[in-house]
C-alpha cells in the first residue's frame, strides 16, 4: 500500500492536536489512528487514511506508519524527541509547522477531532490494554493484517453505531 497524502495529514494533524496531553507518545499515535479508522468505517464503510494496520503485540499499528513520518520529518513538517513520562522514555512526535489537511473533509476533521478528544487523555498501557478488547484486533492472528469489516461485530462498548 503506498502512502498517499491524506494519511500524511492525518498523523500530521493528530500531532498537532495531542501536542498538550503529555501522554502523547508513539503508542497513543498508533490507537488515535487505529480508532479513528476503525470507527469511522464502522459508520461509513471506509477508512480516512486508508492504510491497513497490523496485529503486533502492543495493539493494533498502522502499517507504512514509519514511511509517513520519515516524510513528514524529512519535509520539515515534525520531529521526533524523546522525554519521560512517568518514568518511561517516550517517543514524543512536535510538529513544525501547521498542519494543513486539505485533503480531508469537514465530517472526516470533526470525527478525528471526537476520537482526540475521547483518547487523547490515554496513558500508553491504558488505551494498549482497550484495544487489545476490540473485536477487530481479538479475531485477528498475530502478525496478521486487521480485516476492517470485523467492526461489525463489535460489542456496545466499542461499536460507534451505538454512539451515533
Same mark, same amino acid.
Request: aromatic share 12%.
Given at each position: 500500500m503506498s502512502v498517499t497524502e491524506k494519511y500524511k495529514e492525518v498523523v500530521h494533524y493528530i500531532i498537532q492536536e495531542c501536542q498538550k496531553s503529555p501522554t502523547f507518545g508513539m503508542t497513543l499515535l498508533y490507537k488515535l489512528l487505529y480508532f479513528t479508522d476503525f470507527d469511522y468505517y464502522e459508520l461509513n464503510g471506509t477508512s480516512i487514511t486508508g492504510t491497513d494496520y497490523r496485529r503486533i503485540p502492543l495493539g493494533p499499528a498502522p502499517c507504512d506508519i514509519d514511511i509517513v513520518l520519515s516524510q513528514l520529518k524529512a519535509e520539515g513538517a515534525i520531529k521526533e524527541t524523546r522525554l519521560e513520562f512517568s518514568g518511561v522514555k517516550q517517543r514524543r512526535l512536535i510538529p513544525? $509547522? /501547521?498542519?494543513?489537511?486539505?485533503?480531508?473533509? =469537514?465530517? $472526516?476533521?470533526?470525527?478525528? &477531532? !471526537?476520537?482526540?478528544?475521547?483518547?487523547? *487523555?490515554?496513558? %500508553?498501557? !491504558?488505551?494498549? =490494554? @482497550?484495544?487489545?478488547? &476490540?473485536? /477487530? @484486533?481479538? %479475531?485477528? $492472528?498475530? !502478525? $496478521?493484517?486487521? &480485516?476492517?469489516?470485523? +467492526?461489525?461485530? #463489535? *460489542? &456496545?462498548?466499542?461499536? +460507534? #453505531?451505538q454512539e451515533e
Amino acid at each position: 500500500m503506498s502512502v498517499t497524502e491524506k494519511y500524511k495529514e492525518v498523523v500530521h494533524y493528530i500531532i498537532q492536536e495531542c501536542q498538550k496531553s503529555p501522554t502523547f507518545g508513539m503508542t497513543l499515535l498508533y490507537k488515535l489512528l487505529y480508532f479513528t479508522d476503525f470507527d469511522y468505517y464502522e459508520l461509513n464503510g471506509t477508512s480516512i487514511t486508508g492504510t491497513d494496520y497490523r496485529r503486533i503485540p502492543l495493539g493494533p499499528a498502522p502499517c507504512d506508519i514509519d514511511i509517513v513520518l520519515s516524510q513528514l520529518k524529512a519535509e520539515g513538517a515534525i520531529k521526533e524527541t524523546r522525554l519521560e513520562f512517568s518514568g518511561v522514555k517516550q517517543r514524543r512526535l512536535i510538529p513544525l $509547522e /501547521p498542519a494543513k489537511p486539505e485533503h480531508l473533509s =469537514a465530517i $472526516e476533521i470533526k470525527h478525528i &477531532d !471526537n476520537e482526540i478528544q475521547k483518547y487523547s *487523555g490515554w496513558t %500508553a498501557r !491504558n488505551i494498549s =490494554a @482497550f484495544s487489545h478488547e &476490540d473485536m /477487530p @484486533f481479538k %479475531a485477528t $492472528e498475530e !502478525n $496478521e493484517l486487521i &480485516d476492517y469489516k470485523l +467492526v461489525f461485530y #463489535r *460489542g &456496545d462498548k466499542f461499536s +460507534v #453505531r451505538q454512539e451515533e
